[in-house]
């Protein structure tokens, strides 16, 4: 099994909807992540959270929210889907250390 | 605020010639460095990563990379490309009091046989 799972693998919702993407990890770190990828800007951060009850926005959290279950379950919603948020969602791990990210292999989200 | 810049978005290559990747990052203080791999269709990986010590850090798949504090740069490094390096590199870096990671926009890689 995955490290990081993250599900689903894709997803096609229309605008307005509701969705969440979730993420689990069996690595037992206590640092989980949210990333959008985009062609030409790299990765960006949307969500983080060093434990349970710590919740902290990225750089662009507006239109995102976060709910952190467990140490092992992260979960992203869109409230109301837009066409913009179009993208590759990633859900990371890491250590208190800081010794680099494990990644999920994504979810691919179009908004029609 | 910090950020990290690339100083290519493509790069084209024909098989064993020579890889250089510019990375520079914009944070006065103490850092950790990190490049990532993005082959198609997967998620990133971890190529290798500088803490502190030794500049130059040798990484899997014969990958290497320069910290060079004066310049706040750290260029990822390959003597000799093969196809199977064909991907996606993203060069990253967080401060050490805190694991918040800054990603780069990416390089695009692509070795021609």
């Known amino acids: 099994d995955a490290d990081v799972t993250q599900t689903p693998r894709n997803r096609i919702t229309k605008t307005g909807k509701r969705i969440m993407l979730e993420c689990s990890q069996t690595?037992?770190?206590?640092?989980m992540y949210w990333y959008r990828q985009d062609p030409g800007l790299g990765l960006r951060l949307i969500y983080y959270s060093f434990d349970v009850k710590d919740i902290n926005k990225g750089e662009i959290s507006d239109g995102y929210s976060v709910s952190r279950q467990a140490q092992a379950k992260f979960s992203l919603s869109l409230e109301s889907a837009i066409p913009n948020q179009t993208a590759l969602y990633f859900c990371?791990?890491?250590?208190?250390?800081?010794?680099?990210?494990?990644f999920g292999s994504g979810t691919r989200l179009t908004v029609v | 605020a910090q950020s990290v810049s690339q100083h290519n978005h493509h790069v084209i290559l024909s098989e064993a010639a020579s890889l250089e990747l510019g990375c520079n990052y914009s944070y006065g203080g103490t850092v950790n460095l990190f490049w990532y791999v993005q082959y198609p269709g997967q998620h990133l990986q971890l190529l290798l990563k500088y803490f502190s010590g030794d500049p130059l850090v040798k990484g899997i798949k014969g990958f290497e990379a320069e910290f060079i504090k004066s310049k706040f740069s750290f260029n990822l490094r390959k003597p000799s490309v093969q196809w199977s390096d064909t991907a996606e590199y993203f060069c990253?870096?967080?401060?050490?009091?805190?694991?918040?990671?800054?990603f780069g926009p990416g390089t695009s890689l692509s070795v021609i046989p």
């Open positions: 690595k037992g770190h206590d640092r």
């Open positions: 990371a791990t890491s250590d208190p250390q800081g010794d680099g990210y494990t």
């Open positions: 990253a870096v967080t401060e050490t009091s805190y694991d918040k990671v800054i």
